[in-house]
């Protein structure tokens, strides 16, 4: 990320000096899946036509020219614009987009370092405490200054109403007290002591007006539930219309981080047309009615190479995306003859990672690695080839046979599939993932393939999103390809924690929140504790030791990488999106991604 030209910003260097050693960051993984209601389209276009050819890019005329058109992220009418909601419109949810409602720092993906938000200064060298100092000029779109008692009324929010998402981080701040009218103060926990987390709810907490909210608050009526028509917030966009085919912005350009930011967003609108499905974006983005996309479309090189169209990815080579999460095969390891870590191995050895990333990713993902470390971005420091080779598994259907007959005294059927020596047959298992997520049923459909290949029978379900949440978070499946925590603040940490802890985690039949198949190990607790306030120095040796325990038991299987959000852009109306001949901004929508907006130039109409 470059520096800003504005003297009124503190310098990344010096923020991030203030930083000290600030990992990668927490969680993130918010997999959307791509269906909905609603109708309509983005109005305007021009550009280039979906036929191709080499027409430059013209821009479109009117407002439409002055509009960014967004796609990706809202699938449904709006209800409500409630940060506290589990569904609010887009782009109020937290975390999300900073259009509207904005952090303190912002975690980029590239690096994983924090850059600044709400925050001009984030001092962390007390080691147990957080010293933050707010933009000077910080104000919300009502004109009302943020102050350190709105950052300290929005976490004890949290405290006060325990339902609200970030309502654990008390489980890791003592205390957080304003210090004077711009600073505040985070005392971190001792028991447990985790500043990754503690960062991450830093970076993923939307800071909101305390005269505002307090005035919810005395109305009785749940916080969650206030539908917050006009939300009030800090950052460089305010609602201006929505309905059921559209959410509008407008630009505010009493925007406080005009001078941070040496300027205002390019864009003066910002349109969300609520499409009916993927099919829909992805035609809107190849004609230039989407101007930058998170929807996942397949095969979208061919926008470029074969129809010459102004769209790109942050890569114009495979894998187009940068790596931000990992989906897994979560096995139910309380179910036989899962209970076996020899048939867990023997299944990981059965399955083409690299078809997977073929045909269900369409390159968009490298051969999943047996590890529960991205290899690639900020995570790459920490994971360890030697240890995947010398411990973990590939796609080897001769070494599921030798395990399955030689460790475990499996006879093959005349059906093709292996019986135990103890009599257990391999299959029928069921594995599963929601419908419509089409990426992750053709993955699920190549495993069922390969299984059945190798000698194992497994058969593919595909039941609505909260039919599966319900069965995986409660044990109630074999099988299943469900999403952990992506790249953020707190990674890999998360991550593992997300695989191997059993801490919180309830016996089946109660919902977890993690571990879904109810792993346990006794070395686990200690090594995530020790782990969570490691110096980056130790980190490398701590996380290869967990990363041991994790391939050599396998709760789950990783099956591809994906991106954070898929970042797609269509530069027939703007230009200056942000890719990897131009890192000047992370490919997020949300976090560090923010300063894109900033960049944006439009192209003449």
């Known amino acids: 990320m470059s520096d800003l030209p504005n003297k009124a910003r503190p310098s990344r260097r010096q923020f991030l000096v203030n930083t000290a050693a600030v990992g990668a960051a927490a969680s993130m993984a918010g997999v959307l899946a791509a269906c909905g209601g609603g109708s309509g389209g983005a109005p305007g276009g021009g550009g280039q036509g979906g036929s191709g050819g080499a027409k430059k890019p013209a821009g479109r005329a009117g407002q439409a020219g002055e509009t960014l058109f967004v796609a990706g992220f809202q699938w449904g009418p709006p209800t409500n614009f409630n940060p506290f909601n589990s569904s609010p419109a887009w782009p109020c949810g937290q975390p999300g987009a900073q259009y509207v409602f904005e952090s303190l720092v912002r975690f980029n993906l590239l690096d994983g370092k924090l850059s600044p938000g709400l925050a001009a200064e984030f001092d962390e060298s007390q080691g147990s405490t957080f010293v933050v100092k707010l933009q000077p000029d910080a104000h919300f779109s009502d004109g009302k200054p943020v102050t350190a008692a709105d950052v300290v009324n929005t976490f004890d929010i949290a405290k006060r109403h325990p339902e609200v998402s970030y309502a654990a981080c008390w489980d890791y701040f003592d205390k957080i007290e304003a210090t004077d009218d711009k600073t505040v103060t985070f005392t971190l926990g001792q028991t447990p002591f985790n500043p990754k987390l503690a960062r991450s709810y830093l970076a993923g907490t939307a800071i909101l007006p305390k005269h505002v909210w307090d005035e919810k608050e005395k109305s009785g009526k749940p916080i969650t539930q206030d539908e917050n028509k006009d939300p009030i917030g800090s950052g460089p966009f305010k609602i201006d219309k929505y309905d059921q085919t559209q959410v509008g912005l407008i630009r505010d350009d009493n925007y406080w981080g005009k001078t941070f930011y040496g300027g205002l967003p390019g864009p003066k609108f ?150 135990l020596g103890d009599g257990t047959r391999m299959g029928p ?100 504790d020790k782990a969570a306030g490691a110096t980056d120095a130790e980190l490398p040796d701590l996380y290869t030791q967990l990363d041991t325990i994790y391939m050599q038991n396998i709760p789950m299987i990783p099956l591809m990488y994906r991106p954070l959000e898929f970042f797609e852009f269509n530069e027939s109306n703007w230009k200056g999106f942000p890719s990897e001949a131009n890192p000047d901004a992370p490919p997020q929508f949300s976090g560090a991604g923010n300063e894109w907006l900033f960049k944006l130039e439009r192209v003449s109409a």
């Open 270 to 419: 910002i349109n969300h047309p609520i499409f009916k499905g993927n099919q829909e974006g992805d035609l809107a983005l190849q004609q230039g009615k989407i101007d930058v996309s998170q929807q996942f479309t397949p095969q979208i090189w061919q926008m470029w190479e074969d129809r010459k169209l102004p769209v790109s990815t942050w890569y114009k080579k495979e894998p187009y995306h940068v790596p931000g999460s990992i989906p897994m095969l979560v096995i139910n390891i309380k179910k036989k003859p899962f209970s076996d870590v020899r048939v867990r191995r023997a299944l990981a050895f059965a399955i083409n990672y690299p078809d997977i990333a073929d045909k269900a990713m369409s390159r968009y993902s490298t051969p999943a690695n047996s590890s529960v470390i991205l290899p690639t971005g900020s995570e790459e420091k920490f994971f360890n080839q030697e240890n995947v080779d010398k411990n973990g598994w590939k796609y080897d259907p001769e070494q599921t046979a030798k395990i399955l007959e030689t460790e475990l005294g499996a006879k093959k059927g005349n059906d093709g599939i292996y019986v």
């Open 429 to 528: 298992f069921t594995v599963q993932t929601p419908t419509g997520w089409t990426d992750w049923n053709t993955a699920l459909q190549i495993v069922a393939n390969n299984a059945k290949a190798a000698g194992i029978e497994i058969k593919t379900q595909f039941p609505q999103a909260p039919v599966v949440t319900q069965a995986v978070q409660n044990g109630n499946f074999e099988l299943a390809l469900w999403y952990i925590a992506g790249t953020g603040a707190a990674a890999p940490w998360q991550r593992f924690r997300d695989v191997l802890d059993n801490r919180g985690v309830p016996a089946p039949g109660k919902a977890a929140f993690w571990n879904y198949g109810r792993f346990s190990d006794p070395a686990v607790a200690a090594l995530l």
